[in-house]
Every structure is written in structure tokens, then in C-alpha cells.
């Protein structure tokens, strides 16, 4: 079993719309969570980070997490073209180093 | 200011050579990471540097890969006798000490022949 959980998609959404993306992960003592967006042969971007229960809102993005169900979202609102992207869900591990664990990647397809 | 950079930003190499890739964090980052991401994968953590502590290897896939910091700044990840499964993007990112944000370079696609 993969220690962090995505859907590979692809995610297709009409331009407008609300793009949902998933991730759920194994290890149970986890505090740090972000999301990367990574265009087709670019580096990873950082969209969002969570760290605590609850819902994060920056902009047309909102980061969910539910600890409890080991569980961390991101929505985009009024998805537009240019947020087609593979978004890769990544965790920090609650023990020692600073590395991130990712998720495969979910491919968001914003067809206009 | 200036992002994470990484070179070569490409590198062919035939099977069994050795290659050399190099980081360059942002400056006044103290904490450095390899990660690889393979066609298909998801991205796989190999090393960890923070500061002047032993660097954490638990990632590297081989005794093939190492990596070296010098002077708490450039780092230069080294793979010796090349084999066609290393063929990958191999990418850097660095962190301020206390924070836990990582900022990737543009990285170093490698191909194996």
C-alpha cells in the first residue's frame, strides 16, 4: 500500500467549474500537508500548505484536511485552462527529517 | 531573488558511465533534498541535508548514488556505473531551517542509454 493516495485522473472539468482533488494518507502521525501543481515538463510549484484541521483558503484555492479520516483535499473554484496540471498531494511524516512523502499526482484537464 | 538551479539541465549518458548532477539552493537555505521522479512514478525522496548534520541517505535506491554538500551550499549528487533504470528527473529543492516549505530547482533530466 502506497503511503499517500491519489486519483491519477485524468480530472476533467468545463472551465467555470469546481476542480476537487483527493488524497488520502497512511500514517497517522502526519502534521505537514502540501499540494504542488507541476505543468507537463516543469518543476513541482507549491500551491497550499495545511497543517491543522479545517479548510485554508487562498484565493480560487482552498486546502481541507481531516486528520481523522487521514484524509486532505484541495478545491479549486472557477477553474480556468491554465490550472491544467498534474497536482501532486505530499505529507510530511510525524517522525524525524524534514522529507516529503508524495502522492502520485491527479492530471486536471480545464477544457474551455 | 534567485530560485533553486540546477545543471546540466539535461544529460545523456551511455550505460556504466558515471554522472555528476549539481544543486544549488536558495540562498540562506540550510536544508537540501534529491528527490527522483521516474516516468510514470511519483516523485521518490533519495537524500536530505540540514545544516552541518550527518545527511539523511534513507532514500537512496543503490550504493551507486551519493551525494555531497559543500560548505552548507552546493550539492552535487553522484551516480556511478549508470544503468538504464536511473534514466529519471532528478530534482533538487531546498528549505529554510526552520520552516518546512520546499522550493524546487528546474532539474536535471538524465537518460540512460
Known amino acids: 500500500q502506497k503511503e499517500v493516495e491519489q486519483n491519477s485522473g485524468p480530472l476533467s472539468v468545463p472551465e467555470g467549474a469546481i476542480a476537487s482533488l483527493n488524497c488520502t494518507y497512511s500514517?497517522?502521525?502526519?502534521?505537514?500537508f502540501f499540494w504542488y501543481r507541476q505543468y507537463s515538463g516543469k518543476s513541482p510549484e507549491l500551491i497550499m500548505s495545511?497543517?491543522?484541521?479545517g479548510d485554508k483558503e487562498d484565493g480560487r484555492f482552498t486546502a481541507q484536511l481531516n486528520k481523522a479520516s487521514q484524509y486532505v483535499s484541495l478545491l479549486i473554484r472557477d477553474s480556468q485552462p491554465s490550472d491544467s496540471a498534474t497536482y501532486l498531494c505530499?505529507?510530511?511524516?510525524?517522525?524525524?527529517?524534514?522529507?516529503?512523502?508524495f502522492g502520485g499526482g491527479t492530471r486536471l484537464m480545464v477544457k474551455p | 531573488g534567485a530560485g533553486v538551479s540546477q545543471s546540466p539541465s539535461n544529460k545523456v549518458t551511455e550505460k556504466g558511465k558515471d554522472v555528476e548532477l549539481r544543486c544549488d539552493p536558495i540562498?540562506?537555505?540550510?536544508?537540501l533534498y534529491w528527490y527522483r521522479q521516474s516516468l510514470g512514478q511519483g516523485l521518490e525522496f533519495l537524500i536530505y541535508f540540514q545544516g552541518n548534520s550527518a545527511p539523511d541517505k534513507s532514500g537512496l535506491p543503490s550504493d551507486r548514488f551519493s551525494a555531497e554538500r559543500t560548505g552548507g551550499s552546493v550539492s552535487t549528487l553522484t551516480i556511478q556505473r549508470t544503468q538504464q533504470e536511473d534514466s529519471a528527473v532528478y530534482l533538487c529543492?531546498?528549505?529554510?531551517?526552520?520552516?518546512?516549505?520546499?522550493?524546487f530547482g528546474p532539474g536535471t533530466r538524465l537518460l540512460v542509454l
Open positions: 495545511i497543517y491543522s484541521n
Open positions: 505530499a505529507v510530511k511524516a510525524g517522525s524525524a527529517g524534514n522529507m516529503l512523502t
Open positions: 529543492a531546498s528549505s529554510l531551517a526552520q520552516q518546512e516549505t520546499q522550493y
Open positions: 540562498s540562506g537555505h540550510t536544508a
Open positions: 500514517d497517522r502521525g502526519s502534521q505537514s
